[in-house]
């Protein structure tokens, strides 16, 4: 994966929310724009998620983007 895909989807007019998925099975959702940051070097990007956790992404370990629109439905919790 490449820093200018991720870029793209960054600089997305409107954003849509994205989730990279790994190498080893793991999912990263990207929320906003506010939740990435590209390391300078350009082959890494840090993403933070709601809750203050940051995950530190290699991008050649990135198997795959998934976009999710905005008009999307999340998935609903049930009543309680």
């Known amino acids: 994966m490449t820093l200018e895909r991720v870029r793209e ?3 997305a007019t409107p954003f849509n929310p994205f ?3 790994m190498a080893d099975g793991r999912s990263i959702p990207v929320l906003s724009r506010k ?3 590209a390391v300078p070097t350009g082959r890494t990007v ?3 998620q709601p809750d203050g956790k ?3 992404v290699d991008l050649l370990l990135v198997s ?3 976009l ?3 008009g999307t439905p999340r998935p ?3 009543r309680r």
């Open 9 to 11: 989807l960054y600089d």
């Open 19 to 21: 989730t990279m998925h």
């Open 35 to 37: 939740f990435i940051m």
């Open 46 to 48: 840090v993403v933070c």
């Open 54 to 56: 940051l995950s530190i």
């Open 64 to 66: 795959e983007l998934e």
């Open 68 to 70: 999710r629109p905005n």
């Open 76 to 78: 609903r919790r049930g």
